[in-house]
């Protein structure tokens, strides 16, 4: 069973970035699907962006268009979630998962995603 592990998250100013990165262990990611998503407190998890087997296919929620980049490293094992100019809303527990049953594309939808990392913090302030 592939065991996933976020790591990258920390303190930023807005206007500032961060690099999430997602590891797995147990298993590879490089067929499947990965979704990065995210939870702020009181609110809903949320997609946020996912990337195809390939990496040819790629989606981003409109909040994050323009900012944000996912990537992946098949070699390496890795996901990652380039963040750029970083506003106070964007802070949430920032999660990964995979999607093993998808043979194209991706998605933002969290019910297609089966496995899930534990999280990484990610907080913008002054």
Do not use: H
Not at 77 to 82: D, E
Not at 101 to 115: E, K, M, P, Q, T
Request: aromatic share 8%; proline share 2%; hydrophobic share 35%.
């Amino acid at each position: 069973q592939v065991q996933l592990l976020e790591s990258g998250g920390g303190l930023v100013q807005p206007g500032g970035s961060l690099r999430l990165s997602c590891a797995a262990s147990g298993g590879t990611l490089d067929a499947k699907a990965i979704g990065w998503f995210r939870q702020a407190p009181g609110k809903e998890r949320e997609g946020v962006s996912c990337i195809s087997r390939s990496a040819a296919g790629r989606d981003y929620a409109d909040s994050v268009k323009g900012r944000f980049i996912i990537s992946r490293d098949n070699a390496k094992n890795t996901v990652y979630l380039q963040m750029n100019s970083l506003k106070p809303e964007d802070t949430a527990v920032y999660y990964c998962a995979t999607d093993t049953r998808r043979a194209y594309g991706c998605s933002l939808a969290i019910n297609v995603y089966d496995y899930w990392g534990q999280g990484a913090q990610v907080t913008v302030s002054s």
